[in-house]
């Protein structure tokens, strides 16, 4: 064998070691590339601890009316929604009845003093006995309690709004028979409106009457300042919370009894909580929320069952899942499953 052929037979068995040694060992081809995403560090923050509570609006004052006689309706002032004056005519029974009665009990009345003058004569002139002057007296007595209850009946055939307000309800149209004491009509004092809503027992210590209030009422899309007046004194047997009511000025009348509204109460209390952006929460099919955790160290993604609770600027509470510094998948997970490899943006 020549001089040159030992040195090209050398060159070759070089360049084939050195080529294996570029290989990493145990490798018989290359690693799948991983998924890229984007991930955000968790860090605790420390938030006020406001109260969240929903809740129906109901009239600063509401009273039920109803007659205290019954008869036939035959007048009422209009239709539900319109404003109501305090001492406005709200509705009015058929009189005629009423009316004969209040009559009968004036004849009674005047036939009775007529009566009653002239045994008071006899008895002056000591030509009537005692008795006989008693029994007159008190008839004239009855006849005028009569005449009295007489008028009041009559003066019950008209119904009249006690509070300035709006009518709320009504439950009788005109030529219906209606009863005594059933009501017919409910109206709401609703320059004011109040929030009526529950809180549980473990937020209660937090409530103090005075405390502000942002109410949205989402029927018409508008917040509105409010403040904490009444606060339970007993809890519910049931759900064991305790009601609260938030008053909130209405001088423009939109805000109606009925509406829900949601009340959201400053507090001076503060918590540590995490917070992360609502797009990155998964919701299983098992309805448990997840997100995906990345692991630097094994360049892998990890699925990660969470506690949620309030939801605040499209970011939500996480209570339970997550400790604070871990890295958390915020674009690309969907396209993740669990343990998928991953390479970070």
Do not use: W
Request: charged share 25%; proline share 4%; aromatic share 4%.
């Amino acid at each position: 064998m020549t001089q040159q052929k030992l040195l090209s037979l050398s060159l070759v068995t070089f360049l084939l070691i050195a080529g294996c040694k570029s290989r990493p060992a145990g490798s018989g081809q290359e690693a799948p590339a991983g998924i890229p995403v984007k991930v955000k560090k968790i860090e605790p923050l420390t938030i006020p601890n406001d109260i969240t509570v929903s809740g129906n609006v109901e009239g600063n004052t509401t009273v039920k009316l109803g007659f205290l006689v019954g008869g036939k309706i035959d007048y009422i002032f209009g239709k539900e929604g319109q404003p109501v004056r305090q001492g406005q005519l709200v509705s009015s029974i058929e009189p005629t009845n009423y009316l004969i009665a209040k009559r009968l009990a004036d004849v009674q009345v005047g036939t009775t003093a007529d009566e009653f003058r002239r045994t008071k004569l006899l008895h002056d002139r000591n030509s009537c006995s005692e008795s006989d002057f008693t029994k007159i007296d008190f008839a004239l007595q009855q006849a005028r309690l009569q005449q009295q209850l007489q008028q009041k009946n009559l003066s019950d055939t008209r119904l009249y709004s006690s509070v300035d307000g709006v009518l709320i309800k009504k439950s009788a149209e005109v030529g219906e028979i209606v009863g005594v004491g059933a009501p017919q009509f409910v109206i709401a004092d609703i320059r004011k409106v109040k929030v009526l809503a529950y809180i549980p027992e473990n937020e209660l210590h937090l409530i103090k009457k005075g405390q502000q209030a942002n109410v949205l009422v989402s029927a018409l899309d508008r917040t509105f300042n409010g403040r904490v007046t009444e606060i339970g004194s007993a809890a519910d047997e049931t759900s064991r919370a305790f009601t609260i009511k938030i008053e909130v000025p209405n001088p423009d009348l939109l805000i109606r009894p009925g509406m829900i509204a949601e009340a959201s109460i400053k507090t001076d209390d503060s918590a540590r909580t995490m917070l992360v952006p609502a797009e990155t929460i998964i919701h299983g099919l098992d309805n448990q929320q997840y997100v995906y955790v990345a692991d630097p160290g094994q360049h892998k993604a990890f699925l990660r069952k969470i506690s949620i609770g309030k939801m605040m600027d499209n970011k939500i509470q996480v209570t339970g899942g997550l400790t604070a510094g871990e890295l958390i998948v915020e674009e690309g997970q969907n396209k993740l499953t669990d343990g998928t490899p991953i390479t970070l943006k």
